[in-house]
């Protein structure tokens, strides 16, 4: 699906948050990922904040005056992510995952800061500011392979 | 499509709200509030009797004393409740507001938030209201001046922005001590009767506010009424000011009436030409054209037909980007008309416009409606060049999804020509040069003007303006001006001996 204005736009990026959220929960309370388990169910609180800091900013700063509810639309499919884990998901492959999703997702709040720069510019300055922060996010994981890779 | 859950799932019977007390009206005429994009009816709305005004304003003028007396700290605490139950019921105001009227969920969540922003900015009174005063004006004698309320006020809202207009109005009113009486439209009655439930849980004194339902004729008593001090009014010039302005005056009423407009948009060759498309679309084609802010005449500033054929094909195709639909349909970024009889009239004027010579090279009169819902109420855009300023299409307001597009060979005929027409309400101008923006804003006769923007709607705590047709009355809703319009100043002079 085509995301072309900015509600479903807002409600896509909530969308992909929540799901990303159920994934690290889900890494978190499984044993054989427990070597991770702070910084997955950290994560997990992340995607919760970063879905309402989204939300917030666009109910506070929406306007009746608004320009751009066109935005250069964005295709859904380029950001669908595999959260599924099967009972052979090994911890690398956990993690190798978990980068995939971060980078997804990183993805996705760059092109969507960049199809809503037309919009009121909180809104894409609060995406680049996720953005920045799931680039963090998909080094820490990089790290963590490493380690467990060893 | 993803479609957002409807909050209205049976028939609203729309009822009065008298001395905080809902009542249903006695009238034996009811009529229908139907979905423009579903055509499905979601309310009953009373034409309340002149008793039941009667009742509302009788209610108002008992309340008034008491909470007059109430200090400005106490009322405006009522208010800090209200924000905090109007963020609550954010989302289901603004999808009622869809519902009623049309218009896309991102427009009518900008609506709820700009309504808010005016119980924000009204939450300032005991600051906002203060009068000024001097010592020794002459020796051991002060002056200063006081802000009074007067009494009761009547708002008479519109059918275009439901939950909006009204909050341009009624917290300043009730802020500054005086007592009102809401009426919304009867088309769109129901954001208004939701409000008319949040304000319930409030608390106020009983009288302080009330909402009485009905159309033209309960206008008409309004206007009459002698217990009624001030009106407060939005619609068109027609009605603005030869009904409102002309016979509350004659009944000694304070009146704004902020009316009609024939928005200009002179885009300048030197402009950045894809964002001036792109805002032209919200500002011509958002809420589907029906708002006294929306870019109607774009006139086009250049002699060089290279530009002006770009420019077109940057509309054009910019046009064909909008998708017209249900409101709650999160893809839609256009919704339809809000009835039947108002597209009528919008396709009266493009049969107008083609007979007038102007080239119609956008047709939206067979529109294409994602969701297959009725086309009842819907068009697609609608776009003429080469139209000329004395034209009906370029002179009246269609209040619809219309977009005509004019050439001047330089500033000073667009300006010219903005000034040929009546209305005064909003212009803009799209340049990337500072002294045409600064010779526009400088010398047009509008109250609303705007550099590179496309509608110029003025935060709550500045005055919604307007000139010539556009406005009648003195003073604007929002900000300082409805401070004033609800206030008397008094002068007090003191000596002690």
Redesign the interface.
Known sequence: ??L?????LI?FHGRLEDQVAKFYEALAGNERYAVGRETFLFFAKENKKHKEIVKRVY????????????LN?VSEEHYSLNTNLTANTSYPSALRMAIEVEERSYLFCVDASEASK?FMADIPQALRTIAKRKAERREILKSLLDKASV | MVLLDEPIKERVVCKDYINGEFVESKSDKWLDVVNPATQKIIGRVPVSTPEELDKAVIAAQEAWPGWRRTTPLARVRYLFRLKQILEERFEEISRIAVMEHGKTIDESRGETRRGIENVEVATGIPSLMMGYNLEDIARGIDEMVVRQPLGVFAIIAPFNFPFMIPCWFFPYAIATGNTVIIKASSETPLSMNFTAQLIDELGLPPGVVNFIHGDRNVVQAILRHRGIKGISFVGSTAVGRDVIYKIGAEYGKKVQAQCGAKNYMVVMEDCALEPTATSLMTSVFGNTGQRCLAGANVVVVSENDGFYNKFINAVVNASKTIRVGYGLDESVTMGPIRSPDKKERVIRYIEKGINEGAKLIVDGRKPTIIGGYPDTCFLNPTIFKDVTNDMVVAQEEIFGPVMTIMRAKNLDEAINMIHQNPYGNSSNIYTSNGKSARQFVYDVQCGNIGVNIGIVAPMAFFPFSGMKDSFFGDRHGQGQDVIEFYTERKVVITRWW
């Open positions: 699906m085509t072309n204005t900015c509600s479903a409600s109910y506070e700063v929406i306007t009746d005056g608004l320009e751009a509810c066109y639309p037309n």
